[in-house]
Antibody, heavy 117, light 108 residues
């Protein structure tokens, strides 16, 4: 069974940094691209980042490019999102999602990031 | 960049109804269109991929269709478990996702 478990969400001050993790199991992690998607309170889904197999290709949404960095550790089946220069509008539930090649076919339960002083 | 709109934004329906949700793109897009269901406090769940393919375990009352700039999610014989928010999503050749704003299906 595919499982994705995010962690690392926290309350952080504006301008601060945070690293989110996503632990994957139940599939050959290294063979799949992965995505980060977030959802602000009461809002819709916003795609943030795509990281291909072996991290050979990484893409970002304009809203986070230059502030967020996606990475992966295939030896430990972990996906990361390093977030810097956090702003109030980064407050959201952050999901990792497995990429099927044309959609996100499995999602984690999400981790909440709150940016506030 | 391609933008997706969904109509209606909210929909009231009764158990047993057939409902359709439309997703329109700002330009002709590929057939890499997916639909997700999300319930409050839960992660999205993939329903349909590549316009009309049912994801694993999804009931056959869900169906997808469309091409070009207009795509549709239909739910026949609406069940109590189907009251949720639905998002369309486009996946482009640069492996980038774009989500629609969502359609919430309420109990009438």
């Amino acid at each position: 069974e595919v499982q994705l478990v995010e962690s690392g969400g926290d309350l952080v001050q504006p301008g601060g940094s945070l690293r989110l993790s996503c632990a994957a199991s139940g599939f050959t992690f290294s063979s799949y691209s992965m995505n980060w998607v977030r959802q602000a309170p009461g809002k819709g889904l916003e795609w943030l980042s795509y990281i291909g197999r072996g991290a050979a290709t990484i893409y970002y949404a304009d809203s986070v490019r230059g502030r967020f960095t996606a990475s992966r550790d295939d030896a430990r089946n972990l996906l990361f999102l390093h977030m810097n220069s956090l702003r109030a509008d980064d407050t959201a539930v952050y999901y990792c999602a497995k990429d099927s090649g044309s959609a996100a076919d499995h999602w984690g339960q999400g981790t909440l990031v709150t940016v506030s002083s | 960049d391609t933008r997706l709109t969904q109509s209606p934004s909210t929909l009231s329906a009764a158990v047993g109804d057939r409902v359709t949700i439309t997703c329109r793109a700002s330009q002709i897009i590929s057939n890499w269109v997916a639909w997700y269901q999300q319930k409050p406090g839960k992660a999205p769940k993939l329903l349909i991929y590549q316009v009309s393919n049912l994801a694993s375990g999804v009931p056959s009352r869900f169906s997808g269709s469309g091409s070009g700039t207009e795509f549709t999610l239909a739910i026949s014989d609406l069940q109590p478990d189907d009251f949720a928010t639905y998002y369309c999503q486009q996946y482009n050749s640069f492996s980038l996702f774009t989500f629609g704003p969502g359609t919430t299906v309420h109990l009438k």
